[in-house]
Nanobody, 129 residues
Framework: QVQLVDTGGGSVQAGGSLRLSCAAS????????VGWFRQAPGGRREGVAL????????YYADSVKGRFTISQDNAKNILYLQMNSLKPEDTAMYYC??????????????????????WGQGTQVTVSS
């Protein structure tokens, strides 16, 4: 069973930065797709940034490309999401997640959410204008 604990959310003004962290069980990064999802009130959970097993391939949603960076510290088993140039539309609950690939692919869309079988408890990010 993969254990995930995500932290680092908070309230910032537009243009500010936050870094989210997710502490994971050993071997999670070498075995599973890992990444960050977010869900705004009334919205669906969507993939924001993902890393493939082994860390060689990453994915970013178009809405965060150039602003967010996903990374992992394999020695500490911590997944990060550096968020810069934050916008009010980035306001959401953010979750780290882990799950197996599907046909060699780490699912990123709304339909792929059920593929992720382990979730952190979520951390709130609020961006004010």
């Amino acid at each position: 069973q993969v254990q995930l604990v995500d932290t680092g959310g908070g309230s910032v003004q537009a243009g500010g930065s936050l870094r989210l962290s997710c502490a994971a069980s050993r071997y999670t990064f070498s075995t599973y797709c890992v990444g960050w999802f977010r869900q705004a009130p009334g919205g669906r959970r969507e993939g924001v940034a993902l890393i493939y097993p082994g860390g060689g391939v990453t994915y970013y949603a178009d809405s965060v490309k150039g602003r967010f960076t996903i990374s992992q510290d394999n020695a500490k088993n911590i997944l990060y999401l550096q968020m810069n140039s934050l916008k009010p539309e980035d306001t959401a609950m953010y979750y780290c997640a882990a799950g197996p690939r599907s046909g060699g692919v780490c699912e990123s869309g709304v339909e792929g959410v059920p593929r992720y079988t382990s979730w952190g408890q979520g951390t709130q990010v609020t961006v004010s204008s």
